[in-house]
């Protein structure tokens, strides 16, 4: 009698291991199982129908290669298709239906994947609804396929199509779906034919190192691959080449990180560890048996983390980009919670600080700001953050005219720092009359303003021009005046 084993529990032990969440690796069995795709066969022997010929004639006469099998489909159903679309330019108007004698298959198998209607197929399949719950944790996906299951299930992650869009878009290998083998969106993209893996191979040796790192990094759950898949046998030797034959460490991690799900043989789960010769080199890895899928989305629950996983990207391709290009961090940052960060993303280029409030941040406002927010109140950062960081660092240089009183009587019964009162008696009305006497004199005999858009033409500092700007206002007060004000607020 076979004892009965808790996958779930089995795989979170396995998980909980790793210091990284896992990336999905999803193949064709995938689409099959929630969408009932037909896998790389039954797709080509779909269109074989357009020819007349079996799809098992064209595996013979290419010794079995199913992509040769499939280049010599493509040159027979390029043939029809032209017959039958020879008026249709507004279809064939790029330079690729001129150049290449597969375009038309690719084409008609885009078509063909985007006609099916996965939103209203997948509706309530069970596994499926454990595998979208929010409290699902990786950090992104890997697939082969060129369907849109993936996107429909997942539309918060960013999509990268083909070797092109991972060597010039930067992924940031957190929050992404990589279809490493083209997407029916881009017909054009699609790894079909001899020449496309050939092409594929030559400019394998980024992706190859790109998934290196993620095999590394993060366990990797494959899902809808059978072991002995070609793709996934090719993948491993071209990763396992770019280890040492000494470096046992890598070695071990790699095998630690790879888990197979595949169907159970009977109706018992199982799990094992198995070892696979790769290169004449021995791979383990742990191979999952069970016929219930959702209890290995329920092992995906278990992982903790506080932040969705499209703002981690977010976060992440933000510094990627404020050190790609410094120039970026001239531009000026706002100090916001997450919370609020998250209700309207869409205005935020960047944030930083995730948790608690940055105090760099809160340094970096100056007295105009300050004066910004008492008149606007525009400052999305907390009063008393602003109290205790903001203002003692401005103090530093600058300690006449520092308005505060505003962050001091919204935190009534706060502790506040003595020198925080000391500031603030620098602001009374007898030290302000003490002062302004001397600034009226100097106003007098500098400035003969006939109107407050003459301030602007001046060369004086700022706080020069606020001073007398008070003056000014008080003693022209126009409505004309109100209004030009706020152009130097």
Same mark, same amino acid.
């Given at each position: ?8 529990? +089995? ?422 009359? +003490? ?55």
């Amino acid at each position: 009698m076979n004892e009965e084993i808790d996958v779930e529990k +089995k795989l979170v032990e396995i998980l909980q291991q790793s210091l990284s969440a896992p990336f999905l690796f999803i193949g064709s069995g995938f689409s099959r199982r929630y969408i009932e795709l037909p896998d790389w066969s039954g797709l080509l022997e779909h269109f074989c129908k357009y020819v007349n010929k079996p799809f098992q004639q064209y595996l013979s006469s290419s010794n079995g290669n199913y992509p040769e099998a499939t280049s010599l489909l493509a040159k027979d159903f390029s043939e029809t298709w032209w017959e039958e679309h020879n008026t249709c330019k507004e279809i064939f108007s790029t330079s690729e239906w001129r150049s290449h004698v597969d375009t038309p298959l690719k084409y008609e198998i885009s078509k063909y994947l985007k006609e099916f209607q996965v939103k209203d197929i997948i509706q309530n399949n069970k596994e499926l609804e454990v595998l979208k719950n929010k409290e699902v944790v990786i950090d992104g996906i890997i697939t082969t396929n060129w369907d849109l299951l993936l996107e429909t299930l997942f539309p918060k992650l960013k999509v990268y199509i083909g070797q092109s869009d991972l060597f010039f878009k930067a992924p940031q290998s957190i929050g992404e779906i990589y279809k490493i083998h083209g997407c029916c969106s881009n017909y054009n993209s699609l790894i079909v034919t001899q020449d496309d893996y050939s092409n594929f191979n030559k400019k394998n040796a980024y992706l190859a190192a790109k998934l290196l790192s993620i095999f590394l990094e993060h366990p990797v759950i494959f899902i809808g691959y059978s072991i002995s898949d070609l793709n996934i046998q090719e993948l491993l030797e071209q990763i396992i080449n770019m280890i040492e034959v000494e470096n046992h460490d890598y070695k071990e991690r790699l095998s630690k990180n790879l888990i197979f799900i595949t169907r159970a043989k009977d109706n018992y789960d199982n799990i094992q560890t198995v070892a696979k010769k790769i290169n004449d080199r021995d791979l383990n890895f742990t191979n999952i048996e069970t016929n219930d899928f959702s209890k290995i989305y329920k092992a995906l629950q278990h992982i903790e983390r506080k932040i969705p996983i499209d703002y981690l990207r977010v976060i992440k391709e933000g510094i990627y980009n404020i050190v790609k290009d410094p120039s970026n961090s001239n531009k000026k940052l706002a100090v916001i919670d997450f919370e609020e960060a998250i209700k309207d993303s869409s205005k935020i280029e960047f944030v930083v600080g995730i948790g608690v409030t940055n105090s760099i941040g809160l340094k970096g406002f100056s007295i105009n700001d300050i004066i910004k927010d008492i008149i606007f109140n525009n400052i999305h950062a907390k009063s008393y953050d602003l109290l205790m960081v903001t203002i003692p660092e401005l103090a530093k240089r600058n300690r006449v005219y520092l308005p505060m009183q505003k962050y001091i009587a919204s935190n009534q019964g706060k502790k506040i720092p003595s020198s925080l009162n000391e500031i603030n008696k620098l602001n009374t009305n007898e030290y302000i009359k +003490k002062i302004s006497s001397s600034i009226k004199k100097n106003y007098k005999k500098t400035w003969n303003l006939d109107s407050i858009i003459h301030l602007s033409e001046n060369s004086c500092k700022i706080d020069k021009k606020l001073n007398y700007l008070a003056i000014y206002l008080s003693k022209n007060k126009t409505e004309e005046n109100c209004d030009n004000i706020i152009s130097y607020i």
